[in-house]
T-cell receptor
Framework: DTGVSQDPRHKITKRGQNVTFRCDPI?????LYWYRQTLGQGPEFLTY????????KSRLLSDRFSAERPKGSFSTLEIQRTEQGDSAMYLC??????????FGPGTRLTVL | AQTVTQSQPEMSVQEAETVTLSCTYD???????LFWYKQPPSRQMILVIR??????QNATENRFSVNFQKAAKSFSLKISDSQLGDAAMYFC???????????FGKGTMLLVSP
């Protein structure tokens, strides 16, 4: 399967712990996006990369959140000192330039 | 900032019937793209159809078509000959031509009954 993959698919953590999610985009795609989706809402943009450069960050991305794409391939999203309000589905998408964004299956985070 | 509004939290349709999902958006831009995405339960989101704002002709993809009314800022999705596999959450999304990020509505859950 050559689609976008995300790992883990589910993560349960205790408040105050740090978590890291990984996204592997479609191999030839140069753009990679992170979105957050809470229950009953549509996905909300968090940040995006073109190759290894982080080009845009949403105001939703507090300083507890950090994302990297060190070699322009896979990306990681880290949340430090998790809060219950961080519970959500974290979606990754990739695209070739401004073409269609292909979404991964998401990582569901539950903060207890 | 652009906003996307889907006023129908849930819609129901019977197999083989036609259903229309509504979407309105607010923007001051003239050049943009509109999308409908489908998110089946526990499965990843896929693109159903896209519309470029500069094109007057409504986009069509097999059983899926849109009614794009630029002046009214309306972008509805029509699903013809509905199938059980069409059951999913449908999201309307907006993208400015100069940007990459998508702005989504809250979604409409489509239920399909036999």
């Amino acid at each position: 399967d050559t689609g976008v993959s995300q790992d883990p698919r589910h993560k349960i953590t205790k408040r105050g712990q740090n978590v890291t999610f990984r996204c592997d985009p479609i191999s030839e795609h140069n753009r990679l996006y992170w979105y957050r989706q809470t229950l009953g809402q549509g996905p909300e943009f968090l940040t995006y990369f073109q190759n290894e450069a982080q080009l845009e960050k949403s105001r939703l991305l507090s300083d507890r959140f950090s994302a990297e794409r060190p070699k322009g391939s896979f990306s990681t999203l880290e949340i430090q000192r998790t809060e219950q309000g961080d519970s959500a589905m974290y979606l990754c998408a990739s695209s070739l330039g401004s073409d269609e964004q292909f979404f991964g299956p998401g990582t569901r985070l539950t903060v207890l | 900032a652009q906003t996307v509004t889907q006023s129908q939290p849930e819609m129901s349709v019977q197999e083989a019937e036609t259903v229309t999902l509504s979407c309105t958006y607010d923007t001051s831009e003239s050049d943009y793209y509109l999308f409908w995405y489908k998110q089946p339960p526990s499965r990843q989101m896929i693109l159903v159809i896209r519309q470029e704002a500069y094109k007057q002709q409504n986009a069509t993809e097999n059983r899926f078509s849109v009614n794009f009314q630029k002046a009214a800022k309306s972008f509805s999705l029509k699903i013809s000959d509905s199938q059980l596999g069409d059951a999913a959450m449908y999201f309307c999304a907006y993208r400015s031509s100069g940007y990459s990020t998508l702005t989504f509505g809250k979604g409409t859950m489509l239920l399909v009954s036999p």
